[in-house]
């Protein structure tokens, strides 16, 4: 049987299907427990207990170097909660007298709880309002930490879900899937960014997908033509073993054709740079020939762990990125927290609209227990090889001159000036965009987050299939908006760097090249059509390209006048 959708991310594999059906874990959870298993489910709370208890203790331990007494004081106060009988007893009645889940009764008990602390006019209740509610969503996280699907992920498994986070495609990889079949994922999305440069294929847009496919089946996904097919007989075995070798055989010679420099026809040099996510993906840079990272997606390495890393683990993982690419260019940005990239462990609060929410920058502000380990991190590795900083979802200026004095105490400078790395801003929010030339006197360098950049600016939520058709950078808006910010940068004589999916379309080179864009950082998959699409254009032959592109008025009218312009 073969179903068929559109494909995220390029790729053919085979392997055998497992199925992560996350809505059904959470129906699961959220159930009246059936008779007789209240003593489990009582077993289960106490359990999660037991593991939120241990975060708190690694939360307080962690923070008793960075924060005062009475800060830490807070989490005391979670833990002591943890451990009072009325409060568990409450639990535990509505478990028995109920017959209600784990989860069922930690809800009900933490939602009338928080609605009686909201009652009482007394502000210190309040707090306790949300104290109570924190405490509720660590133990209802627990508790779903011991409802994992009853499913082994192997070397070879093909993952059907109704949708992944970049968490969990991370902690998929590194247990050896070979490829993902989703109901939904945004091609804009930071899960499919990140499969795409990882080399997983991705395809999604098939309703009731963990229904159709069944557990434990033979499959062959192929990206080429967004399909998967299973219950397989011996002939799609057939095709699926000799396309297998055309594939290999077309990547093995695109790996011993020598890489080619990125300079147009007429001798311009172009420095396009890589996108990681890990030392993994760094490895290619040599083979490549890559002038360096551009963009060090450093979140991704927090998602398989079981906790925060240390400065010393923090350090010694970029010590290994360093390494691979000996004296070539080191982008490395701050951990852009929020949204749907969080680690599964941590306790950072989504808000109802987390793209808007308390994410970047603006996080790490107010989370110095995650910042400050990372910037000292940086800051050890820039005393042995020039490094950049960059800063994530940058908004206005008031936030860059509070991340400047909170990095000058982090690593012990009395201004800007001392810095031991060069300091980039991520331009990914309009603000910033129309700031640019302001914000540029105090960093060294931008970078253009393109991807939520289009977001932002026109609304359209880069995560929702919805609007994806809205979602379009190649609106004159967007065009108008990157060409101020790379005139801002021109005129200040400092580097600028397009990042995003647009910077590693091969069809759309011409197109920023002839805004004025002279660094790309794209996926490893998309550099080679990058390098030969630069190679192929001149600069001498763009002169008022990039106004003409700039006065379009639709984004239809962009592509069809670069379309014809850029054969």
């Not at 998602?303 to 240390?310: E, F, I, L, V």
């Not at 001392?418 to 331009?427: E, K, V």
């Not at 950078?473 to 990042?499: D, E, F, N, S, Y």
Request: charged share 25%; glycine share 8%; net charge negative.
């Amino acid at each position: 049987m073969i179903l068929t959708g559109k494909t995220i991310s390029p790729g053919l594999a085979r392997g055998v299907t497992r199925v992560i059906d996350a809505r059904g874990m959470l129906e699961a959870a959220l159930s009246v427990a059936p008779a007789g298993t209240q003593q489990g489910e009582v077993e289960r709370l106490h359990a999660a207990i037991g593991r939120a208890g241990v975060e708190l203790d690694r939360l307080q331990r962690q923070l008793a170097v960075r924060l005062d007494a009475g800060d830490v004081a807070i989490f005391e106060s979670h833990a002591g909660l943890l451990r009072d009988p009325k409060f568990i007893g409450r639990v535990e009645h509505e478990i028995r007298a109920a017959s209600r889940s784990a989860e069922a009764a930690v809800s009900r008990v933490v939602s009338e709880l928080r609605a009686a602390f909201l009652a009482n006019p007394a502000p210190l209740l309040h707090d306790k309002a949300a104290d109570i509610l924190d405490i509720g969503r660590r133990l209802l996280r627990c508790l779903s930490a011991s409802l994992q699907p009853d499913v082994v992920l192997e070397h070879g498994s093909v993952v059907i879900a109704p949708a992944l986070t970049p968490s969990q495609l991370v902690r998929y990889v590194h247990h050896g899937i070979v490829a993902v079949v989703t109901e939904t994922c945004g091609p804009k999305s930071h899960t499919a960014i990140l499969a795409r440069g990882l080399g997983i294929p991705l395809i999604t847009g098939i309703p009731s997908v963990c229904e159709l496919i069944p557990q434990g089946t033979e499959a062959i996904v192929d990206a080429a033509t967004a399909s998967i097919a299973f219950n397989l007989s011996d002939e799609e075995r057939s095709a699926f073993q000799a396309a297998f070798q055309q594939q290999v055989a077309a990547i093995t010679d695109e790996e011993e054709t020598p890489a080619e420099a990125a300079v147009t026809d007429d001798g311009v040099q172009i420095r396009v740079l890589l996108n990681i996510s890990d030392a993994v993906e760094a490895h290619e840079i040599d083979r490549l020939g890559a002038d360096g990272v551009g963009l060090f997606r450093t979140e991704f390495a927090y998602m398989d762990r079981d906790w925060w890393p240390t400065e010393e683990e923090i350090y010694a993982s970029y010590r290994i990125v360093s390494d691979l690419l000996g004296n070539r260019e080191l982008n490395i940005r701050l951990v852009d927290f929020g949204a749907e990239k969080c680690p599964p462990y941590s306790d950072i609060p989504l808000g109802r609209n987390p793209s808007l929410g308390l994410r970047g920058i603006r996080l790490l502000l107010q989370r110095e227990d995650i910042m400050l380990p990372q910037v000292r991190a940086v800051a050890r590795l820039a005393r042995e090889r020039p490094v950049t900083l960059l800063l994530p979802m940058l908004d206005t200026l008031d936030t860059l001159e509070a991340t400047i004095e909170r990095v000058c105490r982090a690593v012990g400078c009395a201004s800007r000036e001392q810095f031991p790395f060069r300091l980039g801003a991520m331009i990914e929010v309009p603000s910033a965009a129309l700031q640019a030339g302001e914000i540029l006197p105090r960093v060294d360098s931008l970078s253009i987050g393109l991807n939520d950049l289009t977001q932002y600016l026109l609304a359209a939520d880069r995560d929702d299939e919805f609007v994806e058709r809205y979602h379009d950078a190649m609106q004159p808006a967007v065009l108008r908006l990157l060409g101020q910010v790379v005139a801002a940068a021109t005129a200040a004589g400092k580097p600028l760097t397009i990042c995003g999916e647009l910077a590693g379309d091969p069809k759309l080179t011409g197109l920023l090249l002839a805004l004025g864009i002279r660094r790309l950082s794209v996926a490893r998959s998309s550099y080679r059509g990058v390098v030969n699409s630069v190679r192929r254009l001149s600069l001498r032959s763009m002169e008022g390209i990039g106004a003409e592109i700039a006065s379009q008025s639709t984004a239809a009218a962009v592509r069809k006048y670069v379309s014809e312009r850029f054969r």
